[in-house]
């Protein structure tokens, strides 16, 4: 938290300008943050009242991502508050232009790790020298995007949901990853994969794994609650003093024993953590314990493809030096004991992290020896997968800020966000392009790509393909391989108390719906029938019964070899 925000005295000749609203800012973003904060969040858990408990157990899943021909896997590394780019990398050929805009907060070329001729970081992030020699970190230069918001909640969400037209509360409700695994996935709400398709530790105000139906992410609050699942095998603690003799105490304990013997995910965690092991020792802070407690399961082949891990206390408003010299100290040490562990079994190659945060900082310093919120900033990678260690792209010039003393960006996010889905996750261009939301693919050398990976045909200079293998979540659609035609099929409810499913059917075939219920149960077949072509409507409550429960429903479609999940609420 930012303390006394309103008190910023400015050397900057831009005062007066500062980020308007900050404090109340914070508010707003905490507001949404606490409800997430509450408990576990994410696939196949449930608070009180308003998300889904389970979907159902995980199980074999013919279209997963381990089908994909790639074993890498990536880490997200959310530098939350808005890490300043200035104190990263420190360009050297404008030093002078630098060190003038912050005379109290600049770094001394004494204390200068110079990597280049052009560029340096502070020697406080010396643990990654030995990693530069060995070719494992780039660092991209002005990472942004048009008309940058300087919100952290905006900002934050842009980042992870790529529509540049949110606005506070306004904005698509679906994440870049979220898109991903929607579309891998398509029948994840009823027969979800074999291991956890991403781990997130960290719930707060973040949309990256978001689906139109679901959050793809086993999400825990912090890592206290990831290492006690990891070395119990439990989801929930039933002993927890929390239920006391509170009016919901008997229901919270018994829908946490039922997370815990539905949700097979813990076990799996709880199986890889034990299978794998620390060969480094770590410094004892939450960050490198987030790293050492993912190496672990990395090591014991968890089969997670992508996670997420945060660390706070970025929005250096006032006393930057000393705090952001801990923040990038503590960093670099846990990133490179992390990559010195899982060499160790030789998986360094394969894994590939890359950090983000929600906007970088201003150029000047403000008067309480910090900065305030700003645009463009380097992105970080880390990895053997990167082939070299170099600084990519075009540093923003410092003695052409725009009219708020903030630097312009050079490269947009997007661009990075999706040479990792095509290059680094081997996602088909055209895929990578429709989670980009039609951002046109202009790949970035990061120094790997999928050039060994079978993709299926695009034809680069013409219209590409239609898929039909895997069509797009978010219209419903169900696409078939051996007729190259669509189904849609949409849920509305007519009156409060009559759900229906619209279905558009372009050719006859047999069409076969299933209800389950959010402990995946099967409750009920809502549908089997030879459907010719044209409109159907089904009404979900006369075709099951009429005793259904008010809540979260699932319905499965199953038709022309395809499935598909949407959830509906019955009342």
């Known amino acids: 938290m930012c303390d006394n925000h309103d008190n910023h005295k400015t050397t900057s000749p831009y005062k007066g300008l500062e980020h308007e609203g900050h404090d109340q800012e914070h508010k707003n973003w905490s507001r949404r943050s606490f409800l997430q904060a509450l408990g576990i969040a994410g696939s196949g858990t449930m608070l009180l009242g308003h998300n889904m408990l389970s979907a159902s157990a995980p199980s074999p899943l013919t279209a997963a991502i381990a089908a994909a021909e790639t074993d890498n896997i990536l880490i997200l590394i959310r530098l939350n508050g808005g890490n300043d780019g200035l104190s990263t990398v420190i360009p050297i050929q404008q030093y002078d232009t630098y060190a003038n805009a912050r005379p109290n907060i600049y770094i001394p070329e004494s204390k200068i790790l110079k990597l280049t001729d052009d560029f340096g970081v502070p020697t406080y992030m010396n643990s990654l020298e030995p990693m530069w020699g060995e070719g494992q970190f780039k660092a991209v230069h002005g990472v942004g995007y048009q008309n940058q918001s300087l919100s952290h909640f905006t900002g934050s969400d842009i980042y992870a949901n790529t529509d540049l037209t949110t606005t506070g509360f306004n904005g698509l409700n679906t994440g870049w990853m979220g898109r991903y695994f929607e579309d891998i996935y398509p029948d994840y709400l009823v027969n979800p994969p074999e291991a956890p398709a991403a781990v997130q530790i960290g719930s707060i105000s973040n949309l990256v794994f978001q689906g139109d139906e679901t959050n793809y992410a086993f999400v825990t609050n912090n890592v206290d609650q990831l290492e006690e699942i990891a070395q119990t095998g439990e989801f929930y603690d039933l002993t927890n003093s929390l239920f006391g003799d509170c009016m919901y105490g008997d229901q919270l304990r018994f829908l946490r024993g039922v997370a815990n013997t539905t949700y097979e995910y813990a076990g799996k965690i709880h199986d890889a953590y034990m299978r794998g092991q620390n060969q480094v020792e770590y410094q004892d802070n939450g960050f490198a314990r987030q790293l050492a407690l993912l190496a672990r399961l990395i090591k014991g082949n968890l089969g997670t493809k992508v996670y997420m891990i945060s660390m706070g206390g970025f929005d250096t408003h006032g006393n930057q030096p000393l705090a952001h010299e801990r923040l ?30 929600e906007f970088g900082r201003r150029i000047f310093e403000n008067g309480s020896n910090g900065t305030d919120h700003g645009k463009a900033a380097p992105t970080l990678f880390f990895g053997s997968g990167l082939n070299g260690s170099a600084f990519v792209g075009e540093h923003p010039r410092l003695d052409e800020p725009n009219n708020r003393g903030n630097l312009e960006y050079t490269m947009d996010f997007r661009d990075l966000y999706a040479t990792v889905l095509a290059e680094w996750l081997c996602v088909p261009i055209d895929k990578v392009e429709q989670h980009m939301l039609d951002h046109p693919y202009s790949p970035v050398d990061l120094g790997f790509n999928c050039s060994g990976v079978e993709f299926p045909d695009i034809a680069m200079d013409s219209d590409p393909p239609t898929p039909i293998d895997t069509p797009p979540r978010d219209n419903g659609e169900v696409g078939s391989a051996e007729t190259s035609t669509q189904i849609v099929h949409t849920p509305y409810y007519p009156t409060e108390q009559a759900p229906h499913i619209h279905l558009e059917m372009p050719i006859t075939a047999h069409v076969d719906i299933q209800l389950y219920n959010i402990l995946g149960q099967n409750v009920g077949t809502v549908f089997n029938e030879m459907v010719t072509e044209g409109s159907v409507e089904i009404n979900i409550r006369e075709r099951v019964r009429d005793t259904l429960s008010t809540g979260k429903y699932i319905y499965q479609i199953n038709v022309a070899n395809q499935k598909m999940s949407k959830s509906v609420m019955i009342m």
């Open 328 to 357: 990038m100290s503590t960093l670099s040490i846990a990133i490179n004991n992390f990559y010195e562990d899982i060499a160790f079994t030789q998986q360094d190659d394969k894994v590939l992290s890359m950090t983000f945060s």
